[in-house]
């Protein structure tokens, strides 16, 4: 009986050992475990065996059993895993194809510099104010110090739409404006961006219409060398903690002292190249002290407040930053100029 | 003002700077120069030579063959200028010579006649032909008798020069004169300036028994003195003055106006000469213009004047135009012998309009209206009459005639080192200040604790105590400034929230794929009365516009939106998705404005194209009205706004009838969307472009529904799906408010899920399926509930838009 169980174990492991499915192996477990399987068969001969032998064969049985289960239930994991990879590999995709586009637009440049100088401003206290496009001779001239046969009017060809009204040639009246709100009470700390308007014909450095950003800090015991500060930390987070500030004499009528003031050319570190034109330096701001007579003509008292005022141009900023080399591809907005712009 | 640096050395000593140097200087010291011009650089073997013979050439009736002395040899040369004569020295360029443009001169056969060099012209030397001398711009160049042969011809015309270009501000007219500039690099370098000589001789005679002066305009003419030099001879100027002109880009003309020119350029004080035998009169009187007074300028044109105007005068009719360009009937000529000599100073403003009126700007009108030296006149007469004496036989009469209205003191500014220092952030001593000062050659003192400066004429910037904090940190040096931080209170910097919402907005339809553009703000005409917001009143005109595109201020963003679309489907980039935010402005009937005009913030996009292309995995989708109107649920949504905001069906006629839609907020009017009219498209050259305007003074104004948590549902949701039947002209937004109006509070959500027009439905009729969920956030609803709230939905969808269950 022994010898049977035996032989019956090794033909179940054999037929195991064949079967290619989960279901060949089903029907070998019904047909070796199964209640009228030949090992149960076998089983029921037991009673014929003497009381010695009965265990033996009893034990004999179990082992047949418990082996044929084990290596059912190893084939079965076996073909299920492969059945498995099988599936797998049937779902495999080429990875190299191309993901779905999520549809992202660009900023403008000028406004991703505009955005940029807001924030590093605002982070020194300063807040964003605007002012009207359309402004009076009074506010874009007169209280900033140009009286009417100023010659520094003539640096500023203007397109007027009345006699006393113009379209504004720089965000400076913006200054007297705010100035005016806070009634001679300072601190004042603002910061104008916005569009003006000269007459000069487009060409690849110049347009008629373009983008400054005006600064103005306006408080007691304001020093010029608060002005280098505040320029120096702004300058640097703008463009790199590398860069160096230089101040140059220069005019403004609304500042003086006045000064140009250039950073150091983050092409060649200062040593010179086409880009600073072999000065090692770059022009980016015009600044200075706020003119008495303009502190004045705006509700402060200048015996009491001094102060500093600043202004950029956004397109020469754009320009810098990105190498952009022609003013008018930012009105032309050919789009594959724009969408250079999507990480700005 | 260009400041030829050779000449600049008779004023200061710079022996030890280089052109380059010295530009350095001026431009760090806050008088920029612009560009340095090298005049002849690496020009070689240009020499004087001497015409010993000169004879037709044979071959050819237009040349000449010359034989030319230049000292180190006899050159024979063939000559193409109709003005070469024997007895000449000339500029002659020897074979191995390179003139500018890297022309290289060698020996060449004319014509059968060897030639083993040229003879040139000053244009040839690279002397623009509107310098040169009238009598040689179509020769050679002829120098003077006394040039020694075999000299450097490129010193003798004064070529070896740089000349450096000064970009100057408004503030420093002073630096519009050789003396002006010599000033400033004296202070720059702490040295000397060396004053011109102004020495001559008087004759016995007076001016005065010559000439009257009389000024009716004193305010206009403070200043106005003559001079009287007689037994002129007028001829050529000295070559050395020549090139001088030349360097400052004035073309020589004769001795006499030549020296008045000179003395311009030298002391910044314009001055003009009378031919005194034509001057018509012996009196001299300065008055305005009467209106509608002609006077012939010595340009040849006839000018019309105006009260505004000032005018030199006989005592009967205009000699001059005060201070700008003098007359033709008075002008020194080729015969003239005796001259008078007008040293003035006339009130910048006045100047200016009448340069301004007539288009004149001249070398003096220019001097004028910036701001001459009023303290120098007098000095400038006296060294223009030195200089007739010397170089043009001049007999300078005695004394001038005068008449003097300007004030008698120097103004004076009261500083002091503390205040100085305290404007800038700096430490500097008095004595650091004063030497500055001293340096300047402003007279200063210190006195009771404080300094005193005087401010000399020649600088009318100067005028209070900032200007002089200015003077003392340039000269000191800008890069000595300390770095500090503003040391006052401290205050949040932060944006408005309608600037972080316009912020959102920016964001939101960047994400949402849209491309910011930024157009003009001045358009056409045409474009201003197109797609706009609203009907305006009125437009914003600019008076002189430069050209009909950009004459008017522009009403709406989407005319100059359009034109970008099709500037970029000119370049085969036909899907474009654009928006831009800026201002329109609007004017008042009438067209007059009597106020700033309102400007208005807008919103405005152009959709058109492909919207959504995934190609490899077969999907396309066009831009269409549901495209865009999503593009403005989104931002509504974004602005907090969206629950305020209708869609109705528009009548703007330069939309798409069926396609279009006006929006509302709240009730009130704040834009549009919609198809273009195919008649607008077909003007644009687009297909279907899709565009929305928002009024965004009007939206950001508006109070945004605060965000406030909502407990997250804690029991299911029960979901049911209907398909209505209506007729087709029932709107999908009606059906869906009966839909919200019946479910009542247990009713969470809606969502329209499929729209079916055709078959299995009969004509006039379309399917609407939606999804409706209900819920009760505190308890799980029952199914009877459920049931309860949804036939009152289906019975009310019955009665008002007699809507049947789809079976």
New interface residues.
């Given amino acids: 009986m022994i010898d049977r169980l035996q032989e019956l174990g090794r033909e179940a492991l054999e037929e195991i050992k064949q079967a290619d499915s989960v279901k060949a192996l089903e029907s070998v477990r019904v047909k070796y475990l199964g209640k009228k399987g030949p090992i149960t068969e076998v089983l029921r001969g037991m009673g014929q065996l003497s009381e010695e032998e009965r265990p033996k064969v009893g034990q004999k049985a179990n082992d047949v059993r418990e082996e044929i289960k084990e290596k059912l239930e190893e084939k079965t994991e076996q073909l299920e895993k492969a059945a498995i990879d099988e599936k797998l590999k049937a779902e495999s995709i080429d990875i190299t194809?191309?993901g779905?586009?999520v549809?992202?637009?660009?900023?403008?440049p000028?406004?991703a510099v505009v955005?940029e100088i807001?924030d590093i401003?605002?982070?020194?206290?300063?807040?964003?104010t605007k002012g009207?496009?359309?402004?009076?001779d009074q506010y874009n001239f007169e209280k900033l110090n140009l009286p009417a046969?100023?010659?520094?009017r003539?640096?500023q060809d203007s397109?007027?739409?009345?006699t006393d009204?113009l379209?504004r040639t720089q965000t400076s009246p913006v200054q007297a404006r705010t100035m005016e709100t806070f009634e001679g009470q300072?601190?004042v700390?603002i910061v104008c961006p916005g569009?003006v308007?000269r007459?000069d014909?487009d060409d690849a450095t110049h347009s008629?219409?373009f983008m400054q950003i005006e600064g103005l800090?306006v408080?007691?015991?304001?020093?010029?060398?608060?002005l280098?500060?505040?320029l120096?930390?702004f300058v640097q987070k703008y463009f790199g903690a590398d860069r160096s500030i230089?101040?140059?004499?220069?005019?403004f009528?609304f500042t003086?002292?006045?000064?140009e003031v250039d950073v150091s050319c983050g092409i060649c570190g200062g040593k010179g190249c086409r880009v600073c034109k072999y000065s090692g330096w770059i022009e980016v701001l015009g600044a200075g002290?706020i003119?008495?007579n303009v502190l004045e003509m705006s509700g402060f008292d200048p015996e009491i407040y001094?102060g500093f005022a600043f202004g950029m141009g956004v397109e020469r900023f754009a320009m810098l930053k990105y190498g952009i080399d022609d003013i008018r591809h930012?009105?032309?907005?050919?789009?594959?100029f724009?969408?250079q712009f999507k990480r700005a | 003002m260009l400041v030829s640096y050779q000449w600049l050395k008779n004023y200061v000593d710079i022996e030890d700077l280089s052109a380059e140097d010295a530009a350095e200087r001026l431009?760090?010291?806050?008088v920029?120069v612009d560009m340095l011009h090298n005049r002849t650089e690496g020009v070689e073997h240009v020499v004087v030579g001497y015409v010993e013979e000169c004879s037709p050439h044979p071959e050819a009736d237009k040349l000449s063959v010359c034989v030319v002395d230049t000292k180190s040899a006899k050159r024979t040369i063939v000559c193409g200028a109709s003005n070469i004569r024997a007895g000449q020295k000339v500029v002659t360029a020897e074979p191995g010579a390179v003139l500018p443009g890297g022309i290289e001169i060698t020996t060449t056969t004319l014509r059968g006649q060897e030639s083993q060099g040229m003879i040139c012209s000053l244009q040839e030397l690279g002397v623009e032909q509107k310098l040169v001398a009238k009598e040689y711009q179509d020769g050679i160049y002829v120098l003077p008798d006394d040039a020694e042969v075999g000299a450097d011809a490129v010193a003798e015309i004064g070529l070896r020069d740089t000349v450096l270009e000064l970009d100057l501000?408004?503030?420093?007219?002073d630096c519009l004169s050789m003396l002006g500039v010599a000033y400033e690099m004296a202070a720059l370098l702490d040295r000397d300036v060396i004053h011109p000589d102004t020495a001559h001789k008087e004759s016995a005679e007076h001016a005065s028994d010559h000439v009257s002066v009389q000024v009716d305009v004193p305010k206009d003419n403070p200043f106005y003195g003559v001079k009287v030099v007689k037994n002129i001879v007028v001829g050529p100027s000295p070559q050395w003055m020549q090139n001088r002109l030349t360097a400052a880009g004035i073309r020589p003309i004769s001795n006499v106006v030549d020296i008045t020119n000179y003395v311009l350029l030298e002391y910044g004080q314009p001055l003009h000469a009378f031919d005194l035998d034509r001057l018509g009169s012996s009196e001299i009187l300065v008055r305005r213009a009467g209106e509608g007074e002609e006077m012939t300028t010595l340009d040849g044109e006839t000018r019309t004047l105006s009260s505004e105007h000032m005018v030199i005068t006989n005592g009967k009719e205009p000699v001059a135009l005060a201070g700008v360009m003098g007359g033709a009937s008075s002008e020194v000529q080729d015969d003239t012998t005796a001259v008078l000599l007008e040293a003035a100073y006339f009130q910048?403003?006045r100047v200016?309009k009448a340069s301004r009126q007539t288009g004149i700007r001249s070398e003096s009108s220019i001097r004028f209206?910036?701001?001459i030296d009023s303290g120098r006149v007098e000095e400038a007469a006296e060294r223009a009459a030195s200089l007739l004496e010397t170089y043009a036989g001049g007999e300078v009469l005695q004394g001038s005639v005068e008449v003097d209205h300007r004030p008698a003191e120097n103004k004076k500014i009261e500083t002091s080192a503390g205040q100085l220092n305290?404007?800038?952030?700096?430490n500097l001593s008095e004595d650091d200040m004063l030497s500055i000062f001293r340096r300047l050659r402003l007279p200063a003192s210190a006195e009771k604790g404080g300094i005193k400066v005087e401010v000399p004429t020649r600088r009318p910037d100067l005028e209070?105590e900032?200007?002089l904090?200015?003077e003392a940190?340039?000269l000191y040096g800008?890069?000595y400034?300390?770095?500090?931080?503003?040391?006052?209170?401290?205050?949040?910097?932060?944006?408005?929230d309608r600037?972080r919402r316009e912020?959102h907005m920016?964001r939101f339809?960047?994400?949402?794929?849209?491309?910011?553009?930024?157009?003009?703000?001045?358009t056409s005409r045409e474009h201003s009365s197109r797609l706009q917001l609203h009907t305006l009143p009125g437009k914003?005109?600019?008076?002189?516009?430069?050209s009909e595109e950009?004459s008017t201020?522009r009403t709406s963003l989407l005319p100059q939106l359009l034109d970008?679309v099709q500037?970029?489907r000119n370049?085969q980039?036909n899907d474009?998705?654009?928006?831009e935010l800026g201002?329109i402005?609007i004017g008042e009937p009438g067209g007059?404005?009597t106020k700033?005009?309102q400007?208005k913030t807008v919103l405005a996009a152009a959709v058109t194209g492909w919207w959504?292309t995934?190609l490899?995995?077969g999907e396309k989708k066009k831009a269409d009205f549901f495209v865009i109107k999503g593009i403005l649920e989104g931002l509504f949504n974004e602005l907090g706004v969206a629950s305020e905001v209708a869609f109705v069906r528009s009548s703007q006629a330069e939309l798409h009838p069926g396609r279009s839609a006006d929006i509302y907020l709240n009730g009130t009017y704040a834009g549009f969307t919609g198809q273009l009219h195919p008649s607008v498209e077909k003007e644009w050259d687009l297909k279907e472009a899709y565009v929305f305007q928002l009024d965004m003074d009007l939206i950001l104004s508006y109070d945004a529904v605060s965000v406030f948590y909502e407990t997250v549902p804690r029991y299911p949701a029960v979901t049911r799906d209907i398909a209505l039947v209506v007729d087709n002209d029932v709107p999908a937004g009606k059906v869906e408010r009966v839909i919200r109006e019946a479910g009542g509070s247990l009713l969470h959500d809606i969502s329209l899920f499929d729209v079916y027009q055709g078959e299995n439905l009969s004509a006039g009729k379309k399917s609407l399926a939606f999804s409706l969920v209900y819920l009760d956030p505190d308890r799980t609803l029952t199914d009877e509930e459920v049931s309860r709230a949804h036939d009152n939905v289906l019975k009310r969808l019955e009665e008002e838009v007699s809507a049947e269950l789809r079976k």
Wanted: no cysteine.
């Fill in positions: 194809l191309p779905r586009e549809k992202q637009g660009a900023r403008h000028l406004t955005e807001e401003f605002v982070g020194l206290g300063f807040q964003v009207p496009e359309v402004e009076t046969e100023h010659p520094a003539d640096m397109f007027y739409v009345t009204m379209l300072g601190p700390k569009k308007y007459r014909d008629h219409q800090y408080d007691k015991n304001v020093q010029m060398s608060d280098k500060g505040v120096e930390a230089r101040l140059r004499p220069s005019f009528p003086e002292p006045s000064v002290m003119h008495p001094t930012f009105y032309t907005n050919d789009i594959r724009l969408n | 431009t760090r010291g806050g920029e501000t408004p503030n420093r007219p910048p403003a200016r209206e910036k701001g305290g404007l800038l952030g700096m209070r900032v200007d904090a200015e940190a340039r800008y890069e400034i300390p770095t500090t931080l503003p040391s006052g209170v401290t205050t949040p910097g932060f944006l408005t600037q912020r920016r339809l960047e994400s949402a794929g849209l491309n910011e553009a930024l157009t003009y703000t001045l914003v005109d600019v008076s002189l516009p430069m950009r201020m970008t500037y970029n370049r980039i474009a998705a654009l928006f201002s402005f007059t404005l700033q005009p400007e959504d995934h490899w995995q």
